[in-house]
C-alpha cells in the first residue's frame, strides 16, 4: 500500500516542506504504508537553498497520483492546484491553511485547518498534541516553510502562532531566525537564470470568482526594476497563458520582500477589476500596490470582491 503526500502545483517551500515532514510525521504515528513525500514541479531557488542548508532530499516528482492507494493534501485542498488526477485519488488527510475551495471526497476523511501563516505551524502543533518528538532537520524545514509564508514574520498573514512555532523550532535545529532567513529570502530572488515563461510560473495560482477565471502569480524580489526589464517578454508569456488557459485576468506581482510593496504586470479582458479592487489606474499594464505583500490576504480577496 502506497502513501503520497503532495502539496500543490509550483510548490513553494511550505509545500516541499510539508510533503517532507508528514511524511515523517505519518510515519510516527503509525502509518506502516510506503509513505511517499510528493511535489507536483520544480523546487524554486529558495526551496533549493533549504534542501541543500538542511541535507535533505527533494520530494518525489510526479505527474500523478494513480498509484497511491491514498494521498495526503499538505498546503493546499484546491484540485486545481493539485495532481490532474487527484479527483479519482482516495484523499485521506488534508492539513491546510488556505480557503477552502473547490473541494470534495466520496469518503470521510482528516482534515485539518487553521487560519495560520503557514501548513508547517499546523504540523507542528500536530507533534505537539501527539507527543512526537521534533528532529532538527524537521525543525530546520518547519521554520524554514514559516520564514518563507510568512516573508520572516512581516506578512499580514502571519499570526502569534507561526512566530510562537517558529522560535521552538529554531532553538531546536540552533539556527539564528533572521540571518537564517534573510539569506534563505534572498537565495529565492536570484531571477536571473528563469525565461520569461518559468518567471510567471514559480508560483502561480489559479483561482475562480464569480465565474471567472483569475491566474495570480507571484515573485519575490530584492529590486523589482531588474525584473520589469523583461516586462514585454513577461506580457508575452502572460498573454499566451491567457489564450491557452481562457483566463479573464492574469495578474503577475513582482514583490520587494526588504520593503514590504508590489509592482504587477496586469493583463487580461478584467482588468478593470483590479483598478476597482485596489482604487488605482493601471497604466502601461502596471500597478504599484504599497504595502502588498500577501496574495492570499491582499490580492485575492479584493479582486474576487470587485469581478
Ligand atoms: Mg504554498
Ligand atoms: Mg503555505
Ligand atoms: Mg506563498
Do not use: W
Request: charged residues 20%; contains cysteine; hydrophobic residues 40%.
Amino acid at each position: 500500500m502506497k502513501t503520497f503526500i503532495t502539496g500543490h502545483k509550483s510548490p513553494d517551500t511550505d509545500s516541499i516542506a510539508s510533503s517532507l515532514v508528514m511524511a515523517n510525521l505519518e510515519k510516527k504515528l503509525g502509518n506502516t504504508n510506503e509513505i511517499i513525500a510528493c511535489r507536483l514541479g520544480n523546487l524554486n531557488k529558495e526551496t533549493e537553498y533549504v534542501l541543500n542548508h538542511f541535507k535533505v532530499q527533494a520530494p518525489v516528482l510526479i505527474e500523478s497520483v494513480a498509484e497511491a492507494d491514498e494521498v495526503i493534501l499538505v498546503d493546499h485542498n484546491s484540485f486545481a492546484e493539485s495532481a490532474p488526477d487527484i479527483a479519482d485519488a482516495k484523499i485521506s488527510k488534508v492539513i491546510d491553511h488556505h480557503r477552502i475551495s473547490g473541494f470534495e471526497t466520496s469518503e470521510p476523511l482528516f482534515y485539518m485547518a487553521e487560519p495560520v501563516g503557514c501548513t508547517c505551524t499546523i504540523l507542528y502543533e500536530l507533534y505537539k498534541t501527539n507527543n512526537i518528538e521534533i528532529e532538527p532537520v524537521y525543525a530546520g524545514l518547519m521554520l524554514s516553510a514559516i520564514i518563507s509564508d510568512s516573508l520572516l514574520f512581516k506578512s499580514p498573514t502571519c499570526t502569534p502562532k507561526d512566530v510562537k512555532a517558529a522560535e521552538e523550532l529554531a532553538t531546536i535545529c540552533n539556527t539564528d531566525i533572521n540571518s537564517y532567513g534573510l539569506d534563505m529570502l534572498k537565495a529565492g530572488t536570484d531571477l536571473s537564470s528563469y525565461t520569461s515563461e518559468e518567471l510567471i510560473n514559480i508560483d502561480s495560482k489559479e483561482v475562480s470568482a464569480n465565474g471567472y477565471k483569475i491566474q495570480i502569480a507571484q515573485v519575490n524580489t530584492i529590486d523589482i526594476d531588474s525584473v520589469l526589464k523583461k516586462k514585454s517578454e513577461i506580457e508575452t508569456a502572460m498573454n499566451n497563458l491567457i489564450s491557452s488557459k481562457g483566463l479573464d485576468l492574469f495578474l503577475f506581482a513582482i514583490t520587494d520582500i526588504l520593503n514590504c510593496n508590489s509592482t504587477a504586470i496586469v493583463l487580461g479582458n478584467k482588468i478593470s477589476s483590479v483598478e476597482k479592487a485596489f482604487n488605482v489606474t493601471i497604466e502601461n499594464n502596471l500597478v504599484f500596490l504599497p504595502g502588498v505583500v500577501s496574495r492570499k490576504k491582499q490580492i485575492i480577496p479584493p479582486i474576487s470582491e470587485n469581478i
